[in-house]
Every structure is written in C-alpha cells, then in structure tokens.
C-alpha cells in the first residue's frame, strides 16, 4: 500500500470524531427507543475504544513530540476519566429512562469540547514534529489497538496509568462476550 493510500494519525483521529458525533447525532435524533438503544451500544463501545487507543498510542506520542506534551497529557488522562465516570453512568441508563438524553448531551458536551481542543490544539504541532512515515505508522497502531481493547467502560478498573490500560486489556474478553449476549445481561 502506498503512504497516499495511508491515513496520518491526525486523519484517523478525526475519523474517529466524526464517527462519534454521528452516532450521537443518531441517538439524540431518534425517537425510536431501538434505535437509540442501538446507537448507544456502538457510542459506548467507541467511546471506551478510542479512549484507551488515546492512551496507548496517541498519548505516548504528545508526550514524546508535542513541546509541554507531559503536561497536555496529563490533563488529557483526567478529562479521559471524567469521560469514562460519566459513559460507564450512560451504559446503566436505557433509552425511554428520564434521564436518558440528559446524561448522553451532558456526556458529549465534554466529549465536544475535547474533540475541538484536541484537534486544533494537540493534533497539529503532533504532526509538524512527525516524520510522515511515524504518522502512518501511529495511525496503523491506533487503528489496530482499537481491536484489542473493551468494548465498555469499567467502574473496577485502575485509574493510574499504566493500570488503568492493562485493566482494560484484561477485561477485553468479558467485554467481547457481553456484546455477543443481551443487553439485560450486561
């Protein structure tokens, strides 16, 4: 394959963004509770997935490359917290619930502002420091931990790096065989 074939890390990133806008966009637009059940499914997995690919690939990368990279990331893995308290309060809701559209606007008006800081603020001098080849190559790595790591947010899980991850890892095939059963279940 050639690079021009190839997505940059910044490429993948927003990718990912818009895909996460969509599926609120389709949550918050239904009236359908099956759908909006479906659509919270797909957010919530995501979600925790792009979270933890942050961590594992994106993050490594700030720090290493990104002037003040260790500050940016740190602040980052707080608001990753906040992000995966407030998914793992989501998961327990069900469409039709009260609260139910309250907590997804409140969840992705965080998710919002992060995914605007991250792309005008972190994405851009992450790029100017990189090699094109080390952003291809982060961007391959990003999209293929994304396949490695839970599908939900864990209340039980560390939260200090590097725990938090390998908490995270641990749980991927519980995580894989709870999307395989029935929502009650989970």
Request: net charge negative.
């Amino acid at each position: 394959m050639s690079n021009s074939a190839l997505l940059r890390i910044s490429e993948v990133i927003k990718l990912n963004h818009r895909e996460l806008e969509q599926y609120y966009d389709n949550i918050v637009n239904s009236g359908d509770k099956s759908v909006q059940e479906r659509y919270q499914n797909i957010f919530i997995w995501e979600l925790a997935r792009h979270c933890i690919g942050e961590e594992i690939i994106l993050y490594p990368a700030i720090e290493s490359y990104v002037k003040n990279g260790q500050l940016v990331v740190a602040r980052h893995r707080l608001e990753n917290q906040q992000l995966m308290d407030t998914l793992r309060l989501f998961q327990s809701i069900r469409p039709g619930d009260a609260e139910f559209l309250l907590c997804i606007q409140s969840l992705f008006k965080d998710l919002g502002k992060r995914i605007k800081e991250e792309e005008a603020q972190d994405l851009i001098p992450l790029e100017k420091a990189l090699e094109n080849q080390d952003s291809y190559t982060l961007a391959s790595n990003f999209q293929r931990t994304k396949g490695f790591v839970p599908t939900r947010s864990h209340p039980m899980s560390s939260k200090k790096p590097p725990f938090d991850t390998l908490d995270a890892f641990l749980a991927t095939p519980v995580d894989k065989l709870a999307n395989l059963l029935p929502l009650t279940l989970n």
